[in-house]
């Protein structure tokens, strides 16, 4: 139990672009999503926190308005990387949390998806 | 704040050696867990192991191993008679015990495992 898929896994498009990623939990509800970034070769950083229905909530840094944060239901948060240029080409994972500390993790992660800029 | 620090970056070893991955975090709360996440190649996230504050009881998993002192706050992660299939990033995380569940990762070890 306790997946989390997230779509594509692989992004390759042209500057400029807007560029939509979906984080699903399969089978259990989400009330908390969490996005990361992952630059090669370093450790993940928090980009934003989202509660389904209510605004994200986003880290220092994070530009709001280019990183769209959406979590519409308890299953679904997207995150729209708007006007993609090649600096914001990274790994993009998601985590799914059920606001419960109901078992040995708090956040299940997706597989993540690599975004690459040209 | 909290934080947390993996001061190898890189551990390089030949098969069947035993490897210990270091762990030292900071934080002022007294209810927290500490996790380990290994993160091959292929990119996602394989949860290890979750602590809780409050279990100092070392652990054992087959080759896994893990070493929690509140004294010296470090949660070390052993691997014994390592393979090649253990290569990858290592990550320890720190979270708080609050609705918040938010994750602090630590910078990561990579580990590389010879043959």
């Known amino acids: 139990g306790a997946v989390v898929s997230q779509h594509p896994s692989w992004v390759i498009c042209k500057s400029g672009t807007s560029v939509k990623i979906e984080c699903r939990s399969l089978d259990f509800q989400a009330t908390t999503m969490f996005w990361y970034r992952q630059f090669p070769k370093q450790s993940l950083m928090l980009m934003a926190t989202s509660n389904e229905g209510s605004k994200a909530t986003y880290e220092q840094g994070v530009e709001k308005d280019k990183f769209l944060i959406n979590h519409a239901s308890l299953t679904l948060s997207t995150l729209t990387v708007t006007s993609a240029h090649p600096e914001d080409s990274s790994f993009y994972i998601c985590?799914?949390?059920?606001?419960?500390?109901?078992?040995?993790?708090?956040?299940?992660f997706g597989d993540g998806t690599r975004l690459s800029i040209l | 704040a909290q934080k947390v620090t993996q001061a190898q970056t890189e551990i390089s070893v030949v098969e069947k050696e035993d490897v210990t991955l270091d762990c030292v975090y900071e934080t002022r709360d007294t209810t927290y867990y500490l996790f380990w996440y290994k993160q091959p190649p292929s990119g996602e996230l394989v949860f290890l192991i979750r602590r809780n504050s409050f279990d100092e009881q070392n652990e054992i998993s087959g080759r896994y191993s893990w070493n929690f002192q509140k004294s010296t706050s470090s949660f070390n992660f052993t691997i014994t008679a390592s393979q090649v299939v253990d290569s990858a990033v290592y990550f320890c995380?720190?979270?708080?015990?609050?609705?918040?569940?938010?994750?602090?990762f630590g910078s990561g070890t990579r580990l590389l495992v010879r043959p």
């Open positions: 995380a720190l979270i708080r015990a609050d609705s918040s569940y938010k994750l602090i």
């Open positions: 985590s799914a949390s059920t606001g419960r500390d109901s078992s040995n993790q708090p956040q299940h």
